[in-house]
Protein backbone atom coordinates (compact mmCIF):
# COMPACT_ATOMS: atom_id res chain seq x y z
CA UNK A 1 0.00 0.00 0.00
CA UNK A 2 1.85 2.90 -1.39
CA UNK A 3 1.00 6.68 0.63
CA UNK A 4 -0.83 7.26 -2.31
CA UNK A 5 -3.61 5.00 -1.46
CA UNK A 6 -3.39 6.17 2.14
CA UNK A 7 -3.88 9.46 1.32
CA UNK A 8 -7.29 9.03 -1.08
CA UNK A 9 -8.57 6.33 1.55
CA UNK A 10 -8.18 9.11 3.80
CA UNK A 11 -10.01 11.46 1.69
CA UNK A 12 -12.73 9.08 0.93
CA UNK A 13 -13.62 8.75 4.71
CA UNK A 14 -13.69 11.96 5.31
CA UNK A 15 -15.76 13.12 2.21
CA UNK A 16 -18.13 10.07 3.82
CA UNK A 17 -17.82 11.85 6.98
CA UNK A 18 -18.54 15.12 5.79
CA UNK A 19 -21.79 13.94 3.74
CA UNK A 20 -23.21 12.27 7.01
CA UNK A 21 -22.61 15.58 8.98
CA UNK A 22 -24.50 17.45 6.06
CA UNK A 23 -27.39 15.25 6.04
CA UNK A 24 -27.47 15.30 9.94
CA UNK A 25 -27.94 19.26 9.45
CA UNK A 26 -30.13 19.02 6.78
CA UNK A 27 -32.36 16.66 8.29
CA UNK A 28 -31.96 18.89 12.01
CA UNK A 29 -32.65 22.45 9.62
CA UNK A 30 -35.77 20.53 8.34
CA UNK A 31 -37.29 19.10 11.26
CA UNK A 32 -37.07 22.74 13.31
CA UNK A 33 -38.40 24.13 10.16
CA UNK A 34 -41.51 21.63 10.26
CA UNK A 35 -41.90 22.35 14.26
CA UNK A 36 -42.05 25.94 13.64
CA UNK A 37 -44.84 25.38 11.33
CA UNK A 38 -47.08 23.42 13.52
CA UNK A 39 -45.90 25.53 16.42
CA UNK A 40 -47.33 28.68 14.42
CA UNK A 41 -50.41 26.96 13.15
CA UNK A 42 -51.99 25.69 16.58
CA UNK A 43 -51.35 29.17 18.05
CA UNK A 44 -53.57 30.53 15.02
CA UNK A 45 -55.99 27.90 16.27
CA UNK A 46 -56.26 29.65 19.87
CA UNK A 47 -58.80 32.01 20.22
CA UNK A 48 -57.94 35.17 22.06
CA UNK A 49 -59.19 35.31 25.62
CA UNK A 50 -58.11 38.79 26.29
CA UNK A 51 -60.42 41.80 26.97
CA UNK A 52 -59.41 43.17 23.42
CA UNK A 53 -61.99 45.95 22.05
CA UNK A 54 -65.05 44.50 20.32
CA UNK A 55 -64.85 41.38 22.66
CA UNK A 56 -67.89 39.92 24.35
CA UNK A 57 -68.11 39.31 28.05
CA UNK A 58 -71.22 37.82 29.27
CA UNK A 59 -71.12 37.26 33.21
CA UNK A 60 -68.39 37.01 35.45
CA UNK A 61 -68.21 34.67 38.22
CA UNK A 62 -67.17 36.67 41.53
CA UNK A 63 -67.83 35.85 45.11
CA UNK A 64 -69.67 38.07 47.30
CA UNK A 65 -68.00 40.01 50.28
CA UNK A 66 -69.30 37.16 52.71
CA UNK A 67 -67.33 34.56 50.36
CA UNK A 68 -70.89 32.88 48.47
CA UNK A 69 -70.81 32.36 44.67
CA UNK A 70 -72.21 34.88 42.41
CA UNK A 71 -72.76 35.71 38.67
CA UNK A 72 -72.07 39.65 37.23
CA UNK A 73 -74.02 39.70 34.28
CA UNK A 74 -72.81 42.02 31.99
CA UNK A 75 -75.13 42.89 29.31
CA UNK A 76 -77.51 44.82 31.26
CA UNK A 77 -78.93 47.34 29.19
CA UNK A 78 -76.48 49.43 30.78
CA UNK A 79 -72.74 50.14 30.22
CA UNK A 80 -70.52 48.68 33.12
CA UNK A 81 -67.11 50.01 34.25
CA UNK A 82 -65.77 47.42 35.85
CA UNK A 83 -62.51 48.46 38.54
CA UNK A 84 -59.96 45.91 39.07
CA UNK A 85 -57.72 46.43 42.67
CA UNK A 86 -56.25 45.12 44.78
CA UNK A 87 -56.47 45.86 49.03
CA UNK A 88 -52.38 45.84 49.28
CA UNK A 89 -51.36 47.50 45.98
CA UNK A 90 -49.61 50.97 46.40
CA UNK A 91 -51.15 52.17 42.54
CA UNK A 92 -54.62 51.71 43.45
CA UNK A 93 -54.37 53.44 46.76
CA UNK A 94 -52.94 56.56 45.01
CA UNK A 95 -55.80 55.87 42.23
CA UNK A 96 -58.14 55.74 44.87
CA UNK A 97 -59.66 59.61 44.20
CA UNK A 98 -59.86 58.84 40.75
CA UNK A 99 -61.79 55.97 40.55
CA UNK A 100 -64.38 57.77 43.35
CA UNK A 101 -64.46 61.35 41.21
CA UNK A 102 -65.06 59.11 37.79
CA UNK A 103 -67.79 56.87 39.59
CA UNK A 104 -69.43 60.06 41.13
CA UNK A 105 -69.46 62.04 37.54
CA UNK A 106 -69.94 58.70 35.43
CA UNK A 107 -72.87 56.67 38.13
CA UNK A 108 -76.09 58.25 36.17
CA UNK A 109 -74.65 56.57 32.32
CA UNK A 110 -72.81 53.66 33.85
CA UNK A 111 -72.94 50.29 36.30
CA UNK A 112 -69.97 50.87 38.35
CA UNK A 113 -68.07 47.27 39.71
CA UNK A 114 -65.42 46.84 41.86
CA UNK A 115 -64.00 43.71 41.46
CA UNK A 116 -61.01 43.14 44.31
CA UNK A 117 -58.26 40.17 42.95
CA UNK A 118 -58.02 38.91 46.68
CA UNK A 119 -60.14 39.13 49.30
CA UNK A 120 -56.97 39.34 52.20
CA UNK A 121 -57.71 42.61 54.04
CA UNK A 122 -60.05 43.36 51.69
CA UNK A 123 -63.10 44.17 54.69
CA UNK A 124 -60.83 46.10 55.92
CA UNK A 125 -59.21 48.23 53.22
CA UNK A 126 -62.96 48.60 52.14
CA UNK A 127 -63.75 50.42 55.83
CA UNK A 128 -60.44 52.05 55.38
CA UNK A 129 -60.99 53.44 51.92
CA UNK A 130 -64.79 52.65 51.16
CA UNK A 131 -65.63 52.76 47.71
CA UNK A 132 -68.88 54.04 46.08
CA UNK A 133 -70.02 51.00 44.45
CA UNK A 134 -70.71 47.54 44.69
CA UNK A 135 -67.12 45.56 45.31
CA UNK A 136 -66.73 41.95 44.33
CA UNK A 137 -63.91 39.14 44.71
CA UNK A 138 -62.81 37.72 41.59
CA UNK A 139 -59.65 35.61 42.36
CA UNK A 140 -60.28 33.02 39.70
CA UNK A 141 -57.36 33.30 36.87
CA UNK A 142 -59.78 32.12 34.67
CA UNK A 143 -61.87 34.63 34.72
CA UNK A 144 -59.12 37.72 34.98
CA UNK A 145 -58.08 36.15 32.20
CA UNK A 146 -61.27 36.74 30.64
CA UNK A 147 -60.60 40.72 31.43
CA UNK A 148 -56.75 40.72 29.87
CA UNK A 149 -56.09 41.64 33.80
CA UNK A 150 -52.15 42.39 33.81
CA UNK A 151 -51.87 44.43 36.69
CA UNK A 152 -53.68 47.05 39.76
CA UNK A 153 -55.40 48.68 38.68
CA UNK A 154 -57.25 48.20 35.46
CA UNK A 155 -60.41 49.67 34.40
CA UNK A 156 -62.79 47.50 32.07
CA UNK A 157 -65.38 49.23 30.05
CA UNK A 158 -68.62 46.81 29.15
CA UNK A 159 -70.70 48.06 26.40
CA UNK A 160 -74.72 47.40 27.29
CA UNK A 161 -74.38 44.69 24.57
CA UNK A 162 -72.06 42.93 26.77
CA UNK A 163 -68.98 44.14 24.59
CA UNK A 164 -65.59 45.17 25.51
CA UNK A 165 -65.14 49.27 24.75
CA UNK A 166 -61.94 50.35 26.84
CA UNK A 167 -59.38 48.60 28.82
CA UNK A 168 -56.99 50.87 30.46
CA UNK A 169 -54.08 49.32 32.65
CA UNK A 170 -53.03 51.33 35.62
CA UNK A 171 -53.36 54.13 37.65
CA UNK A 172 -54.77 57.08 36.08
CA UNK A 173 -51.36 58.81 35.15
CA UNK A 174 -51.76 61.75 32.83
CA UNK A 175 -51.87 59.89 30.07
CA UNK A 176 -54.14 57.52 30.92
CA UNK A 177 -56.48 60.06 32.86
CA UNK A 178 -56.51 62.34 29.73
CA UNK A 179 -57.98 59.39 27.38
CA UNK A 180 -60.87 58.33 30.35
CA UNK A 181 -61.86 62.46 30.67
CA UNK A 182 -62.49 62.38 26.93
CA UNK A 183 -64.36 59.38 27.15
CA UNK A 184 -66.42 60.49 30.07
CA UNK A 185 -66.12 63.93 29.21
CA UNK A 186 -64.93 63.88 33.35
CA UNK A 187 -62.72 66.03 35.48
CA UNK A 188 -60.47 63.57 37.45
CA UNK A 189 -58.67 64.89 40.43
CA UNK A 190 -54.86 63.16 39.50
CA UNK A 191 -53.08 60.67 41.53
CA UNK A 192 -52.82 60.68 45.86
CA UNK A 193 -49.15 61.41 46.57
CA UNK A 194 -47.17 58.31 47.78
CA UNK A 195 -45.54 60.70 50.29
CA UNK A 196 -49.27 61.48 52.45
Not at 73 to 78: D, E, F, T, V
Request: charged fraction near 15%; aromatic fraction near 8%; charge should be neutral.
Amino acid sequence: MTQNDNVSGYRVGSLWVDIVLILFLAISLAGNVVLGWKVKSLLALVPPTEAHVGMPISDLKVKTLSGQMSSVPLSAGRATLLYIFKPNCRWCAANLDNIRSLSSQGAAEEQFIGLATTDENLDAYLQKSPLPFPVYVIDDPAQLVKLDFIGTPQTVEISPMGKVLHNWVGAYTPEIAASIESRFSAKLPGLISQNK
